[in-house]
């Protein structure tokens, strides 16, 4: 049964509440209030009454998240154990932790749980039912348990009785960690064991930690299972007749989810997904957009599904209305808004697919040298992917206000516990037995670097992905030209796109100017590829 109202722990448990076994996991002692498996309406409802936020005029729920508005990569940790040490690679971004400081941590959140309210979610991670997590998840905020069940798979009702939970998420950002007692580097955390299957997060109420840390787990767990984990957006199409899937890798803020959704094919994710030995799938429930400068024009179907269930993060209205301002960054420029993969009309539910037979690499090149479209040889596809080049856009982490050239191995390094080239092997195997196309796509700057030139037009990347997936590309169809820097194939043409744009040496004013600064990437790409 699902409660719906607030009831003692001991009319819970004499009630057979599924929760009995959620409070098991979790290991609580008697919470102060607990809330189980809400509704979105009851969640917004709490969230309002408890002023954790407001609704907007599409029936949005507007929330802050804090001090906190981007995730913190320098305070997340995995728990090194016997089973971790010889199989996480560990350095900068999968920082150690001690186990006992983690139980430690453990312990002082479950008695600081005492005192509040709680609210538990069971949640499900992985749309193939062979590669499923089952989560239980246990926020003290409504409206992050709102995110939860807008983000992950949601758990038919008739099932909660039966479910059972193998991975525990404790999401509580008023709890803050004592660096000299617990072993961390801050006041806030988020710190993965692996072993015990649990999800720490402290001191931060940014909930793209919730996610990101679960995008995590998978990418440990998935490997053993011969899943290959990727940081890309998935969506499918059709072409001459046949089904039609394509992958858009990329770090944060360089197009996953503006540009996987696309009113001519299905959506099948915006940001995490599998590939098995029988196809790709999500998996999530949901997606988490970025809302900086959203318009309807531009990105339509996902400024439509910003409404009543969906939630938007750290924007403020214009003065004096519930209108949301999405140019307004005074917060943040990682403004975000989460909801139901259901939100976007064409979604493809359960989010499965075939074998991708297009994957695109998304760069944001703040250097502005690099093409906006090349196609690349399986070589270097391999090269690219392990090199990750992107530039970080401000705000997704704390700290970055400008765009920074960054190398992110396979285009989400700081949400992979194995060493990189894990993944780029199974990658590699994979796109050579089913033949995928692979394509790079600079999403960034055009006519000069960031600061002189300008952000590509989404309708001309629109436009060249459209063509690369209608075969319009094709060597048989275009020719192309091979960039003197760069050794990458550039289309000299593609439908609805300038010729000029093709080739970004002819959009630099000063030619020199531009063979200086890809020459000058080009070389750290070299340096980068010695360290690989
Ligand atoms: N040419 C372009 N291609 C893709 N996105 C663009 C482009 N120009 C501007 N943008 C903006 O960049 C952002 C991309 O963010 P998003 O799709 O959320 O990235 P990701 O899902 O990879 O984190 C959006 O705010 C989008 O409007
Ligand atoms: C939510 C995040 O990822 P993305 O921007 O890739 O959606 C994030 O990095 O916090
Ligand atoms: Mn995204």
């Known amino acids: ?97 001690a186990p006992d400081k983690f139980d430690q941590l453990h312990r002082r959140m479950r008695s600081f749980l005492e005192y509040r309210t709680v609210y538990v979610r069971y949640a499900r991670a992985g749309a193939d039912p062979d590669h499923q997590l089952n989560l239980c998840i246990l926020t003290t905020s409504a409206w992050q348990n709102l995110f939860c069940h807008n983000m992950f798979l949601r758990v038919p009702d008739e099932e909660l009785n039966n ?61 053993q299972q011969d899943v290959l984990p990727m940081h890309c957006a998935a969506n499918v199409g059709e072409r001459d007749g046949k089904s039609d899937v394509a992958l858009f890798f990329g770090l944060s803020g360089t197009g996953k989810t503006t540009l996987s959704a696309d009113p001519d094919r299905a959506l099948i994710g915006d940001d995490e997904h599998g590939w098995s030995e029988t196809g790709v799938f999500n998996f999530e429930g949901g997606c988490y957009a970025k809302a900086i400068d959203l318009t309807r024009e531009r990105e339509p179907q996902i400024f439509d599904a910003i409404r009543y269930g969906a939630i938007v993060e750290n924007t403020r209205f214009f003065p004096g209305t519930s209108t949301v301002h999405y140019s307004d960054t005074s917060l943040t420029e990682n403004t975000r808004t989460s909801y139901p993969i259901d939100f976007i009309n064409n979604a493809r539910i359960p989010s499965v697919a075939g074998h991708p037979d297009t994957i695109f690499f998304l760069t944001c090149d703040a250097f502005g040298v690099l093409p906006p479209i090349a196609r690349l040889t399986p070589e270097q596809a391999m090269h690219y992917f392990l090199l990750g080049y992107t530039a970080k856009v401000a705000g997704t982490e704390m700290g970055v206000t400008e765009p920074q050239a960054t190398f992110s191995a396979c285009f989400g390094a700081a949400f992979m516990p194995l060493a990189p080239g894990r993944y780029a092997q199974m990658l590699g195997e994979k796109i050579r037995e089913h033949d995928t196309d692979v394509w790079l ?33 094709e060597p048989d169809q275009v020719r192309y030209q091979v960039h003197p820097v760069f050794g990458l194939a550039m289309p000299i043409a593609c439908p609805d796109v300038p010729d000029a744009l093709l080739d970004p040496r002819q959009t630099w004013a000063d030619p020199t100017a531009y063979d200086e600064k890809a020459t000058y990437l080009q070389r750290l790409f070299d340096d980068k590829r010695q360290l690989l």
């Open 1 to 97: 049964m699902v409660i719906e109202q607030s009831q003692s722990f001991a009319q819970l448990i004499s009630l057979n509440f599924p929760a009995d076994n959620a409070i098991d996991f979790l290991q609580l002692a008697e919470p102060a209030e607990l809330f189980f498996q809400l509704s979105p309406a009851s969640l917004i409802e709490q969230a309002l009454r408890r002023g954790e936020g407001q609704l907007t005029d599409t029936g949005a729920l507007m929330c802050t998240t804090g001090r906190f508005t981007g995730r913190s990569p320098k305070d997340r940790y995995i728990v090194r154990d016997a089973s971790t040490t010889d199989t996480v690679d560990w350095g900068n971004v999968n920082i150690p932790f």
């Open 163 to 223: 479910f059972k939970p193998d991975f525990t998420v404790l999401a509580v950002p008023d709890f803050k960690a004592i660096p000299a007692e617990d072993g961390t580097r801050s006041e806030n955390f988020a710190i993965l064991d692996l072993s015990k299957r649990t999800l720490l997060i402290g001191g931060t109420g940014y909930a793209g930690e919730i996610k990101k840390g679960i995008f995590s787990a998978l990418n440990y767990l998935l490997p």
């Open 441 to 473: 796509i600079n999403t960034g700057w055009t006519g000069g670097g960031y600061g002189v030139g300008q952000r590509i037009s989404l309708s001309y990347t629109r436009a060249l992905i459209r063509a690369a997936l209608a075969g319009r590309l």
